[in-house]
């Protein structure tokens, strides 16, 4: 696998979530836009954590983290709205510090935020975790290199997806 920084945290998450969402979302159908839970989501962001946020953000390649805090080394942290995809979510934090290491930027490890539950999950990136995001990229590549979405998954969690007309409509 290359270096190169190619995809986004996000595309990594949804790898995790469904392939089909990955692959409308990164052939530029967004529906997020539209979502009343993204929007809160983006709200809750916006607004949790204010003392932490810069003027500028961080965005070595593709790779844009909410914020970053430095307490005997850089922390990476990401503020999510629930803890229903906590799997993605840490996922997707694993997958900044593997970019970051890529770069020569030592990452202690990375706390997933959730506010609104006053929980947060500290995730560390182990060999392992490299290993398995090398597949995911790879796998990411495959996804995106076919013509045709995936078929939809019909998971639990489809109700409350931006996509769900999309897929189910």
Known sequence: MTDEIVYTG???SYYRVCKRKLWLFSKG?????ESEDVAIGRLLDALSYKRYRKEEEIVPDRIKVDFITLKNGIVINE???SKSLE???ALQ???YMWAFKKRG???LHALIRYPRLRR???VHLSPEDEAEIERILEGISKVLSEPLPPEPINAKYCKRCAYYDFCYG
């Open 79 to 81: 503020v999510k709205k």
């Open 87 to 89: 799997d993605a979510h």
């Open 105 to 107: 930027v030592k990452v």
């Open 120 to 122: 947060v999950h500290k």
């Open 93 to 95: 934090v694993k997958y």
């Open 10 to 12: 996000v595309q990594v």
């Open 29 to 33: 159908l967004m529906y997020e836009k």
